[in-house]
Structure formats: structure tokens, C-alpha cells
């Protein structure tokens, strides 16, 4: 069983002040920092790009869980590993623009845990040709773009589809995860969950941390 994991998502952090909201985030006990990579292409929404993450990498001591939501990750990942990206995912839905296997091939190439996200409404079936390739799926449980969405629990039998095709990594979930929320995310099986406004707005992030996972340990040890 993989290690339960809470990746804050920055981008509810406050960019005026990242190196602070990644020391907080990392003293209140994340696991993993979630940094949203947009476009305004793959998604409507822009966020940022290499030289942020690079200076988040400077400051970070927790492994970089970098989301890509990009129509090119071909043209762009070396800049992330570059920048220090330490688990680099991009998106299924991009796969006519190249090919997915050889990237993913070359992120682990380059030492790095490579990952796939599916949008709420793609199947877990597109991934069955590569799951073979990949360290982590990221399954979305709100539409890729903004934070502070509404998590949608029909993506919830995604997990267990993976687990029939034979999928053995890391399964995260991503979007409008909550004390509410991380419950059924887990009980469904992932073992990692992206968590924006939970984290950062609220008003004790430790303790805030602390529930999440108290919650998504309860949930797997009622799963059995
Ligand atoms: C959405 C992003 C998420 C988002 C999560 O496009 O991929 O990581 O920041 O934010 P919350 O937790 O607020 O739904
Ligand atoms: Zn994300």
C-alpha cells in the first residue's frame, strides 16, 4: 500500500508571498508541494511556467508534484525537470499532440517519477497503454482550471478500474478535496490528494493537515 500523501496546491497560496506559503504548507506537515501548471490552451486559466518552479525549488525541501494542464508537455518538460520538478504529470487528453509513452519514458529517464492525469470526463481506460510507464495517475475530480470547485464523486470508480487493468503506482485525486471529501477519495483507493483551498485557507493549516490525513487513514482502514 502506498504511503498516504497530502500535496498542497499553491495555486491557492498567496503569490505575493510564495516562499512563505511554501515554508508554512511544509511546516504544517505536506507531504509533496502540488504546483498547477496552465497554459490558457489545454485550460482557459494562466499560472506560471519553469522560472517560478525553479524559484519554489529553491526554497521547497518536499518533493515538487508538478500538473502540468499544458497542450505541449513535449515541448516544455525538460524546462520543469530542469527547474526541479520532482514528479512531473501531464494530461491524457494531449495525446494526439505526441507521443505519450516516449515522454513518459524520458521524465523516468531522467531520474523523476513520470504521471497522467484524466479529466473528469475521460475514462480510466484511455491510460491502459501506458500504465506500465507511469509512477502516478492523477485522476481530476473537478474540471482542470480553478481551484475552489466542487468535487464530483462519480470519477471515484476510476481507482478501481486502474486496479482491474493492473495499474500497481500511485493514484492521486485532484479538485475540491476536503475534510468532506478525502474520505470517499480514499476509500476509493488513492493514496495522494491535492488539497488548494482546504489547505491554504484555512485558518490552522497543521491542524488542518493533521485532519486530512487522520480522515484519509480512517477511511482505508474501514476499507480494509
Ligand atoms: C485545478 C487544479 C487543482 C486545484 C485544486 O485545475 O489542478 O490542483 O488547484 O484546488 P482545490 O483544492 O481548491 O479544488
Ligand atoms: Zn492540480
Redesign the pocket.
Known sequence: MHPIRISP????ADFAHLADEVRSVEQAGADWL?L?V?DGHF?P?LTFGPFVTAAIKKCATRPLDV?L?ITDPWRYADAFLDAGADLLTFHVEVEQNGDVGALLRHIRGRGRLAGL?VQPDTPADRLAPFLRELDLV?I??????????K?MPEVLPKVARLRELGFTGEVSM?????PATIGDAARAGSNAF????????APDRASRIRDLREAALAARGAAG
Not at 9 to 12: R, T, V
Request: charged share 5%; glycine share 22%.
Open positions: 496546491s499553491l495555486l491557492a502540488h498547477d496552465m485550460v486559466n500538473h494542464m492525469s492523477l481530476m475530480s473537478v474540471f482542470a482550471g480553478f481551484g475552489g470547485q468535487f485532484d479538485g475540491g478535496i476536503g491535492v488539497a488548494g483551498t482546504a489547505v491554504f485557507g
